[in-house]
C-alpha cells in the first residue's frame, strides 16, 4: 500500500506540472502575438529608465552580499527567457562558461542560444524538476518567475529545487512583482509572506524596487528627475528585489 501511494502521488505532481506548463506556454503564445513588443525596447524611455535603475540596484544588493566579482561564480538563471539577465550578468564580470540558464518555453530557448556567447549552457526544462545535482551553483537569479506561476504546489516545487542546488554559502537573486495585473489574468503578485513561506528555512532580505511601470513610461518621456524621486517611494513600487540564502539548517 505505501508504493502505491507514493506512485499516485508522484504521478499527480508530475501531472500537476504539466498542466502548469501547458497554461504557462499558451500564456506566453498569447502575449507574444500582441501589441507590447515596444513597451520593451531600449528606445521607450520608461522602459530604459526601469531597466537602469533595476541594474545599479541589483549591483549594489550583489556587492553588499560580498559579491564584488562574477568571474568564478557558477550562476543558474532559472526561467531565462531570451537571455536578457545572462548577458548582463557577462558584461558585469561573469564567465560565459559557468552560468546556466533554464527556460520552458523553446522558441526562447533558442533566441537565448542565439544571442548568447559560446560557453553558455541553456536548457529547455521545466525549473521546477531540475535535473542538476545537490549544491551546484553559487547564485540562482529569479525574475519574474514565479509570478507566471498561479499553482501554488508548482511554486513550492520550484522554491525547493532552488534551494537544493543551491551551494551553501550561495545567493538566490530574486526580482519579482508583489501586486496584481488588473490587466494580466495569467500571473499573480507574489508577497513578502508568500516569499517567507516559499523560503521558511532561509534568511530572506527584500526591498522594494520598480516605480509602477505605467507611471514610468507615461512620466519618463517628460521627466527623468521625477521618475527617480517616485521611485523612492516604497508604496510607489511594484517589485521586491531580495537575496535569499540556506539557513544552517541546510548546511
Same mark, same amino acid.
Given at each position: 500500500m505505501p508504493v502505491e501511494l507514493s506512485r499516485k502521488k508522484c504521478t499527480t505532481d508530475a501531472a500537476d506540472l504539466e498542466r502548469e506548463a501547458a497554461r504557462i506556454r499558451d500564456a506566453y503564445a498569447r502575449r507574444t502575438t500582441g501589441s507590447c513588443a515596444g513597451l520593451y525596447s531600449f528606445f521607450n524611455r520608461g522602459n530604459l529608465f526601469l531597466?537602469? /535603475?533595476?541594474?545599479?540596484?541589483?549591483?549594489?544588493?550583489? /556587492?553588499?552580499?560580498?559579491? *564584488?566579482?562574477?568571474?568564478?561564480?557558477?550562476?543558474?538563471d532559472v526561467g531565462c527567457g531570451a537571455g536578457f539577465w545572462i548577458r548582463d550578468l557577462i558584461r558585469w564580470g561573469a564567465d560565459p562558461r559557468h552560468i =546556466?540558464?533554464?527556460?520552458?518555453? &523553446?522558441?526562447? $530557448? &533558442? &533566441?537565448?542560444?542565439?544571442? *548568447?556567447?559560446?560557453?553558455? =549552457?541553456?536548457?529547455?526544462?521545466?525549473?521546477?524538476?531540475? &535535473?542538476?545535482?545537490? /549544491?551546484?551553483?553559487?547564485?540562482?537569479?529569479?525574475? %519574474?518567475?514565479? %509570478? *507566471?506561476?498561479?499553482?501554488?504546489?508548482?511554486?513550492?516545487?520550484?522554491?525547493? /529545487?532552488?534551494?537544493? $542546488?543551491?551551494?551553501?554559502?550561495?545567493?538566490?537573486?530574486?526580482?519579482d512583482f508583489h501586486m496584481n495585473n488588473?490587466?494580466?489574468?495569467?500571473?499573480?503578485? $507574489?508577497?513578502?509572506?508568500?516569499?517567507?513561506?516559499?523560503?521558511?528555512?532561509? =534568511?530572506?532580505?527584500? *526591498?522594494?524596487?520598480?516605480?509602477?511601470?505605467?507611471v514610468t513610461r507615461m512620466l519618463a518621456p517628460l521627466s527623468w528627475f521625477a521618475c527617480q524621486l517616485l521611485s523612492a517611494v516604497p508604496w510607489l513600487c511594484t517589485h521586491y528585489l531580495g537575496t535569499i540564502r540556506k539557513s544552517a539548517r541546510y548546511e
Open positions: 531597466l537602469q /535603475e533595476r541594474e545599479r540596484r541589483v549591483l549594489s544588493v550583489l /556587492e553588499r552580499a560580498g559579491w *564584488s566579482s562574477l568571474q568564478a561564480v557558477r550562476i543558474l =546556466t540558464g533554464v527556460d520552458l518555453l &523553446e522558441q526562447r $530557448v &533558442e &533566441e537565448a542560444r542565439c544571442l *548568447s556567447p559560446e560557453g553558455v =549552457t541553456i536548457h529547455c526544462r521545466n525549473a521546477a524538476a531540475l &535535473e542538476f545535482p545537490d /549544491e551546484s551553483f553559487d547564485l540562482i537569479i529569479q525574475s %519574474t518567475v514565479f %509570478t *507566471s506561476i498561479l499553482n501554488r504546489d508548482v511554486q513550492q516545487r520550484l522554491a525547493r /529545487e532552488m534551494v537544493r $542546488v543551491l551551494r551553501p554559502n550561495g545567493l538566490i537573486l530574486w526580482y488588473p490587466r494580466n489574468p495569467d500571473v499573480r503578485g $507574489v508577497t513578502a509572506r508568500e516569499i517567507h513561506r516559499l523560503f521558511g528555512d532561509c =534568511t530572506i532580505e527584500l *526591498s522594494r524596487i520598480t516605480l509602477a511601470p505605467p
